[in-house]
């Protein structure tokens, strides 16, 4: 009883943001669509920050595509936006809601499961008008090749699929963009890497203790010493029930530094900044972790090949420029841009005709300038090289620099500076901006805070007790192939849910005696894995996601 | 395809929702009824055809009035289209025998009033009489084919054939492979398994449960139930006067008595515990 292959025009492949857009605008066309997503429901594997923008300038936005999305599926509006700049417990806060409302329409804080499994309940409605439809607990494992030529999809839970559209909205580590050639695992610092905290809180008590009304919200950002030199920083949003707090790093910092990312979180945590909005009851519902790919280095000019295209994370979407933290956005505009392509498009016989044309959509609005603006490759030729940072560090650490950013002069640039967009874009990377500077902020106009902050985080060991996991047990989807300290220690401190001196984690230490010699080695259990995908940079891993429903589902996200 | 799921309702042997009285006896009033969990398998095998070869399927049991509720909980699982009641004092107490006369009567009437079916489909042995007989004997007064302990199933419409799957458990547990013309009678085995490889079988049994929410909530709409002037049987060969079996008493299985003699000991009372430290001393595998 054999029979012929299944045939869809479109799949997509994951139902966040960036493949739900697709995956309308598909059906807005008349597209026959298929969407697979490898969660038990959409959102149960993802992470963000987060908050979602609706920019001015944008082709689409999330509401355009998704009527009723703000009262449905987000939290709260973003209304007082502000940032933190600490030198141990003086803080200096800039307002920084002139460069937060530039090109913004609306902004929202929002968790993913919510938002995501609202999104999938529309997306399934529309595609099934076009023949189509969602279907969760699927992975897409690879791509379907015909004499090397991408035509569709393999799964572990299905028969292969062909399609003459394939949307790769799989996330950060997308599968199918490694299998395409289009995204490789080699450098750390083209990642980011953040863990949060979802903390409860009554929303009345989130009103008082912030200040604002039922239907506002605040978003506030950290930086300066408190992370030690790991450079990146700390955020906290508010939700409708809870809070968002995390932080942020870049990766070959983590690495560098040896820094644990569930620690760093802690100091934020624990600083008095944050006493009297947490209280003294803290009530952590979940903690998560994501890997964050840098748009600036990796957002692909042209994420195509051949039949398919990447969208979102896959395609490296994700605009993180000193406190612009945009992700979801422009997902959802790469999504809409990649089913439009397809659509002016149908019937052309080329396989790249979608592909080529996606591309010149996202150079043509604008969206690939913000990803990698092109003040940014410039500053940066100058502003990341270790002999100018150095020199800008030993004057900055100088009396001098003291003084140069220590008068009230200075204090009035420096908000200027951190409102102004065209200087946001071209930060260098580098410690002197999410460090030094803030620190001589804080240091030099900061007023000291007293306040006692009684939180205790819960350990390692219960963040990774609280999470939800259905281990595919005796598959690991992680395979470490160099156990030498070598290749794989960095993934001890780096992975969000290990840390050293701790068993319980997916990676730790041992020492082994081979032939009288002490030898370290590292050794994985993937059973408390969050699939950030850290591991897959810093070590030497052959990294898949766990099959349909297994492994980490997140509650909040 | 029309396909037929026969179905009963058992007592909820469950922790904490069956009850005994001080004799051990089954208390059925304080038990709640539910479907036999064996019926489950049945129900997948039945869905399983309906999404890979659409049609129709009706769910079928024998038992009083509030046994409505089991086919409702078998339409909610599985997705029946509707349900079939064979309802009457006069079927009371019977044994398989009866039953399989009565349920083969009830099919009879089915394929002559509502729809010719291809498949019927039947757990293998109830939770609560444990006999497995009455499949087979219904299926006996159809004169129909049987596959028994069926694991997986596959239907070629066309051909109007299908192929089985058996579990055949002996010394050696082997899987056996059959053929055999529709319509046939299958009886799975709770190793059954529904493959559903295509993403149309997928999409299909997901609008087939959305379908059925609504449908559920509106079970009494879409039961029908048959007495025996119904399904023109003669009291006399069915209930209890149909029954040839009469089970004369039922003894509760003596418990193992506990040779064991146990202690209880607070873990944080230094002194009580010195004992049981100095007991594992040997089996803590340091100096």
Redesign the interface.
């Known amino acids: ?1 054999t ?1 012929e292959r ?1 045939h ?1 025009e479109a799949v997509v492949v994951g139902c966040g943001p960036g493949g739900a857009a697709a995956a309308a605008r598909l059906a807005d066309h008349g597209v026959e669509t ?1 969407v ?1 997503e490898r969660g038990v429901e959409a959102g149960s594997k993802n992470v963000s920050g987060g908050l979602i923008y609706a920019e001015e300038s944008a082709p689409y936005t999330i509401d355009d595509l998704f009527e009723g999305f703000r009262e449905e599926a987000a939290e709260r509006p973003v209304t007082d936006y502000q940032i933190h700049n600490i030198a141990g417990n003086k803080v200096k806060s800039y307002d920084l809601t002139d460069l937060h409302e530039h090109d913004t329409d609306w902004c929202d804080a929002v968790l993913r499961r919510k938002m995501d499994s609202r999104l999938e309940a529309r997306v ?1 409605e529309k595609t ?1 008008e076009t023949g ?2 969602v ?1 969760t607990n ?1 992975r897409v494992n690879g791509l379907l090749r015909d004499d090397g030529e991408i035509v569709g999809v393999t799964c572990d ?3 292969p ?1 062909e399609a003459d559209l394939i949307v790769a909205a799989d996330g950060v580590n997308s599968e199918l963009a490694r299998d395409a050639g289009l995204m490789d695992w080699e450098e750390p610092d083209e990642w980011f890497q953040g863990v949060k905290a979802v903390v409860d809180m009554e929303p009345d008590v989130i009103d008082d203790r912030f200040d604002i009304d039922e239907d506002e919200g605040a978003a506030h950002l950290f930086s300066g010493d408190l992370f030690e030199d790991v450079r990146g920083g700390g955020f906290l949003y508010t939700n409708e029930d809870s809070l968002s707090i995390g932080t942020v790093f870049h990766l070959d910092s983590l690495v560098a530094e040896q820094a644990e990312p569930h620690e760093l979180l802690d100091a934020l945590l624990t600083h008095p900044v944050m006493a009297h909005w947490l209280g003294d009851e803290y009530d952590e519902r979940e903690y998560g972790a994501k890997l964050v790919p840098d748009s600036k280095k990796v957002a692909h000019r042209e994420p195509y090949r051949d039949r398919l295209v990447l969208v979102g994370d896959a395609a490296g979407q994700m605009q993180a420029q000193g406190p612009i933290i945009k992700g979801m956005n422009h997902a959802v505009t790469g999504g809409a841009l990649a089913a439009d392509a397809f659509a002016i498009t149908r019937g052309n016989a080329d396989p790249e005709a979608a592909g080529r044309r996606y591309a010149k959509l996202l150079e043509e609005s604008g969206t690939m300038d913000k990803l990698r603006p092109r003040r940014y490759d410039l500053a940066r030729t100058v502003g990341e090289r270790d002999v100018v940072t150095n020199a800008v560090e030993r004057v900055l650490d100088s009396r001098v620099g003291s003084l140069a950013l220590g008068n009230p002069v200075a204090d009035r640039v420096l908000k200027r500076a951190y409102n102004s967009p065209f200087l946001v874009s071209m930060i260098p990377d580098t410690r002197t901006g999410y460090v030094t500077v803030p620190a001589i902020v804080g240091e030099e106009h900061g007023r000291t805070i007293r306040w006692e902050n009684g939180v205790e985080p819960p350990s390692l060991e219960a963040r990774i007790g609280g999470l939800t996991y259905d281990t595919d047990v005796g598959n690991p989807h992680i395979e470490l192939l160099d156990d030498s300290a070598e290749a794989s220690e960095a993934a001890v401190y780096a992975c969000p849910v290990s840390a050293e001196d701790f068993g319980g984690g997916c990676y730790r230490t041992e020492q082994v005696q081979t032939n009288g010699d002490e030898e370290t080695v590292v050794s994985l259990d993937t059973q408390p894995c969050v699939e950030c995908g850290t591991c897959a940079i810093v070590a030497d891993t052959a990294w898949e996601h766990p099959r349909g429903g297994k492994g980490v589902e997140y509650r909040e996200g | 395809m029309r396909s037929l799921v026969l179905t009963k309702g058992v007592p909820d042997f469950s922790e904490g929702a069956v009850s005994f009285d001080e004799d051990g006896h089954l208390e059925r009033g304080k038990t709640p009824t539910v479907m036999n969990p064996n019926d489950e398998f049945a129900v997948r095998a039945a869905l399983q055809t309906k999404v890979r070869h659409g049609g129709h399927v009706s769910g079928m049991s024998m038992g009083p009035p509030g046994y409505g509720d089991v086919l409702q909980e078998a339409m909610e699982s599985v997705y029946t289209d509707d349900s079939y009641l064979l309802s009457d004092r006069e079927l009371a107490a019977s044994d398989t025998w009866a039953t399989a006369i009565t349920l083969s009567a009830g099919i009879e009437k089915y394929r002559e009033e509502v729809a010719d079916v291809d498949l019927v489909f039947a757990g293998f042995k109830t939770a609560d009489g444990e006999t497995g007989q009455t499949g087979p004997q219904t299926c006996w007064a159809l004169d129909w084919p049987i596959v028994t302990h069926v694991i997986a199933l ?1 239907i ?1 419409p066309d051909e109007r054939r299908l192929r089985a799957k058996r579990l055949v458990e002996g010394d050696v547990d082997e899987i056996e492979t059959v053929e055999a013309p529709l319509p046939c009678m299958v009886i799975t085995d709770p190793e059954f398994e529904p493959a559903y ?4 079988h ?2 299909t049994h ?2 087939l449960r959305d379908e059925t929410e609504e449908r559920a909530a509106d079970h009494d709409e879409h039961l029908t139930t048959w007495d025996h002037v119904d399904l023109n049987l003669d009291p006399d060969y069915i209930g209890l006067d149909g029954s040839p079996t009469i089970v004369s008493s039922v003894d509760p299985i003596p418990k193992a008595p506990s040779e064991r003699e146990a202690t209880m000991i607070d873990p944080h009372d230094g002194d009580a515990m010195e004992p049981v430290l100095e007991e594992l001393q040997p089996f803590a595998g340091s100096d």
């Not at chain 2, 490889?197 to 149309?200: L, P, W, Y």
């Open positions: 009883m029979e299944e869809y298929l697979l399934h099934s189509g439809g279907l699927v839970e299905l028969d699929i | 596959d070629d490889r295509k993403a149309s997928r999409l997901k609008r």
